[in-house]
DNA sequence: CTGTTACGAATGTCCGGACAATTTGTCCAC
DNA sequence: GTGGACAAATTGTCCGGACATTCGTAACAG
């Protein structure tokens, strides 16, 4: 008997609803196949046209991902808001280094003491090549930022390509061993410079500065390059624009 | 005649090609109306289902918008890199209210002078409601920001619900008024606090602060709310986690 | 001139069927 | 055991058709 339709409730909606609440709740744990089409169909008496439309929705939440000769996979328990970057300001999450050149000051291998696991968040012992630079503009007539990046020891080889280039580190990383970031940690807090700090920028004691600290992860979520950039307040102010992406409800 | 099916690649994968191609080179501008879903099934020599599928991911990407009654209209003219927004602290771009209370000190009806005028992107003798604020702790124990907001006249019916809310202005417009943003402009920067921002925050002059300015727009892209907000540092640290979204290429 | 209705055009929602490509596992030969 | 051939299950790619819903506009009525 085919399920009545829901006023104004198209059909692969009704279905969509239904899948979506039995993944949020936890019926289907991430990492659980769904049903197949085949079951679908027959188990909400739809054709397979209605079941894929169903499952779409709930691959453009990213709540799944499918598989020819797998199946339907739970990727997610829940629905995350979705942002698309527009504008391609200096400051933007991927560009901040755009027309500036990093300068380094001094590279040196090291083993994560318990200070440096905690920042890193590995495991003490491990091996991370250390680096400190600033950035200036591309005329090198101004430093716009301290910065102190560390480097999972796997890809030291592009300490080499980092002195003098225009291009952030990870971009760096990806052109040489094609790791590509799929997530990106990133914490943003206010200081002053202290005494030495405000040498290196030529900048005065006690001034405002910008803070940021970004972790890139690999799909694997493994975190392989972190970078702890000092701004001074007057040079340089962290913006962004993030348009909503309006996600078609399921219901 | 059939075009001819190319190694590899699904028909509708090539309509997609094609036309993505057509858009970002502006053969088709920015508003213009794509041909319909029976003029491509023509042109190209494939059935409706396949037409869809490729205009799907022309969606997907964000090129398009596509309406009953009107048909499919170029959105965007480049492909803009996605993130989605994951973890839920205190300080997500839409949670950083959550667990604080808005206590108002302060409220005011304005016409923007030039000062304004550039701050809030309107034009001069504009109508807006000003409003100063404390965000506190739940307990109400401890001050964590200042806030001086700005709302647009038409929405000044919200002022009411403002005192002891615990959630952002935004959110109460929305409620109240069905608007919601489609569009979020920050900036960040570095400060330290006057003698007057400290005493309000009860900290101490000089002490660096975030000084977190937000634009809320409309989906026409109008301004209706502005926050600045004042976080002194040692209570707050912006963070956030973006994760990037692997969009199927249409090739 | 203004408000309403009716029509056409476009996308949205469904159904049916067929074959291809991918993956996993089984079974057999070596 | 190990490797390869094979089979089964699953999603991916296409085709055809039918009717519903939405929206702009043109024709119409007042």
Redesign the interface.
Known sequence: MRSSRVAGQPRYAVVAQALTEDILSGRYSVGAILPSEHALCTQFDISRHTTREALRRLQ?L?LVTRRAGVGTQVKSNHI???????GDTISD??QYAKDMVLNVLEMTDIEADADAAALLGCSKGQAWSKLRGVRVTDGGDEVVALMDAYIARTYRGVLGDIDGADLPIWSLIESRYGV?????????????LSRAEAENLSARE?D???RITRHYLTEALDVYEVAISL?P?ER???????????LASVS
Chains 1, 2 share one sequence.
Do not use: C
């Open positions: 453009a990213g995350a808001q979705r942002y698309v970057q527009v999450l991927y590509v970031p799929a997530e990106v940690r990133q914490q943003i807090s206010a200081t002053t006690g405002p500065a910008l701004y307040a340089f102010t962290y913006s962004n624009t993030l348009r909503i992406e309006h």
